[in-house]
Nanobody, 114 residues
Framework: VQLQASGGGSAQAGDSLRLSCEVT????????MGWFRRAPGKERELVAS???????LYRDFAKGRFTISRDSAKSTVYLQMNSLKIEDTAVYYC?????????WGQGTLVTVSS
């Protein structure tokens, strides 16, 4: 099983980026998936997650700006990030939990400048 994250890059404050995380090797089905991030000098933190029923959960800093979605047919989870802020600069990781097994993507760097 591999998780391939992509979509990161450089952006200016106020811009949008969409991150993708494709799972290969197994179908994601309706298993829970999430996006985390690690900013420079900080610990990794949850950004958003989507549960088996499809209900999303967002950290306060992501509410109203970020949207997590899942395309089970493509085994891909997305994170649409709008109104980016400088403090969103971080390496973003996707996480997939399947029957107690935890899988992480390699991370994709998002750099937001003024």
């Amino acid at each position: 099983v591999q998780l391939q994250a992509s979509g990161g890059g450089s952006a200016q404050a106020g811009d949008s980026l969409r991150l993708s995380c494709e799972v290969t090797g197994l179908r994601i089905g309706n298993y829970g998936m999430g996006w985390f991030r690690r900013a420079p000098g900080k610990e990794r933190e949850l950004v958003a997650s989507i549960g088996r029923g499809g209900s999303p959960l967002y950290r306060d800093f992501a509410k109203g700006r970020f949207t997590i979605s899942r395309d089970s047919a493509k085994s891909t989870v997305y994170l649409q990030m709008n109104s980016l802020k400088i403090e969103d600069t971080a390496v973003y990781y996707c996480k997939w939990v399947r029957n107690g097994d935890v899988y992480w993507g390699q991370g994709t760097l998002v750099t937001v400048s003024s």
